[in-house]
């Protein structure tokens, strides 16, 4: 946001709204900054002047829709994703360890002769990985 008031110039150009803000918050606080600095903002082609009744009214409208629109590409790709995970299709990102390197990183890891680092060092893989892992065999035993 910092880089559209510095420097700012009589005017900003926005394609569609959504592209400005997320919410109809976000959107007004937006508009209410560039107006205090004395910029003018076009969207989609219009000039929105904030001081007059109808633009305000025009810009509220707009912003209501692009907040609408934003919530229903929301619900939907939840929608599919829950579908999808119904199906069995939804699996996300295979794990980096196949299971036989699973169970030694824990057989080496139980054994406590090496630090995290060390199991990341000696599977090629990060930390983060050794956690997830370490994690995952405790959920599944516990």
Known sequence: MQRIFHGARPSRVVAKLDRLARSLRDAKDIV???TTKGVKLSIG?????????????LFNVLAMVA??????????TKEGMQ????????????PKLSPAQQKHLMEVYNAGTHTTAELAELFNVARSTI???IQRQHRGNG
């Not at 907040?67 to 939907?76: K, M, V």
């Not at 579908?83 to 295979?94: E, I, Q």
């Open 32 to 34: 209410d900054e560039l």
């Open 45 to 57: 082609g219009s000039v929105h002047d904030p001081n007059d009744p109808v633009g305000r009214l």
């Open 67 to 76: 907040e609408f629109e934003s919530d229903l590409i929301r619900a939907r």
């Open 83 to 94: 579908v999808a995970k119904a199906k069995g299709r939804l699996r996300g990102k295979p």
């Open 131 to 133: 956690y997830r892992t």
